[in-house]
């Protein structure tokens, strides 16, 4: 399934409208103020200004993700095409509290790699539902100030310390292992 940004969902875009028509006319404005070549120049500035947040607009409204039955792939306001094969994603939810709040997620570990989807596209909830029942979906309380990044560091680096102290534990077993070879070998070497 296919789900696009909604361009309804963003509250600033009259904002931003008015912002595109209003630089340019302040540039132009600048004539009256200090002459043509500033009020040529400003106009020209303006109309940059005003072009490049249309082009930005533009991109946000490309960006959508495809899901199918193995994977999904998201199409960013960048222009990058991130692919999450379902097998491969590690951790994935919806975020509660802090400044992601009502944001989901997907993480590959492996690739390290994280998607953060904002309540901006059509059909979010059915778009929720996909995810969870594709991936190890849980949904993650957040204090104020956390980010869901932060939250993984402190996921990731807790797993990793745990695996570290278990593959020390098996060293821990080898080397007993080969210190009693050892201290056998020595004594049949001092029976001969």
Same mark, same amino acid.
């Given at each position: 399934m296919v789900y696009k940004y909604n361009p309804k969902v963003n509250?600033?875009?009259?904002? %931003?409208?008015?912002?595109? %028509?209003?630089?340019p006319v302040a540039g132009a404005g600048l004539y009256f103020i200090a002459g043509l070549l500033v009020g040529v120049v400003g106009a020209a500035a303006g109309l940059w200004v005003s072009f490049t947040i249309i082009k930005m607009l533009k991109r946000l409204e490309n960006s959508k993700i495809e899901t199918f039955t193995e994977s999904c792939t998201a199409y960013t306001s960048g222009g990058e095409k991130l692919v999450f094969e379902y097998k491969d994603i590690t951790h994935a939810g919806l975020v509660k509290g802090g400044p992601d709040d009502g944001h989901i997620f997907i993480y590959n570990e492996n690739a390290d790699k994280i998607l953060q989807l904002p309540p901006v596209f059509l059909d979010f909830e059915a778009l929720k539902q996909e995810l969870s029942a594709n991936t190890p979906w849980q949904i993650y309380e957040l204090e104020p100030d956390e980010t869901i990044i932060d939250r993984l560091k402190k996921l990731v680096s807790s797993q990793t310390e745990?695996?570290?102290a278990e593959e020390a534990g098996a060293d821990d077993s080898v080397t007993t292992a080969d210190e009693a070879d050892y201290a056998e070998n020595a004594t049949q070497n001092a029976a001969e």
């Amino acid at each position: 399934m296919v789900y696009k940004y909604n361009p309804k969902v963003n509250k600033k875009r009259p904002v %931003i409208f008015l912002v595109c %028509i209003a630089a340019p006319v302040a540039g132009a404005g600048l004539y009256f103020i200090a002459g043509l070549l500033v009020g040529v120049v400003g106009a020209a500035a303006g109309l940059w200004v005003s072009f490049t947040i249309i082009k930005m607009l533009k991109r946000l409204e490309n960006s959508k993700i495809e899901t199918f039955t193995e994977s999904c792939t998201a199409y960013t306001s960048g222009g990058e095409k991130l692919v999450f094969e379902y097998k491969d994603i590690t951790h994935a939810g919806l975020v509660k509290g802090g400044p992601d709040d009502g944001h989901i997620f997907i993480y590959n570990e492996n690739a390290d790699k994280i998607l953060q989807l904002p309540p901006v596209f059509l059909d979010f909830e059915a778009l929720k539902q996909e995810l969870s029942a594709n991936t190890p979906w849980q949904i993650y309380e957040l204090e104020p100030d956390e980010t869901i990044i932060d939250r993984l560091k402190k996921l990731v680096s807790s797993q990793t310390e745990t695996a570290e102290a278990e593959e020390a534990g098996a060293d821990d077993s080898v080397t007993t292992a080969d210190e009693a070879d050892y201290a056998e070998n020595a004594t049949q070497n001092a029976a001969e």
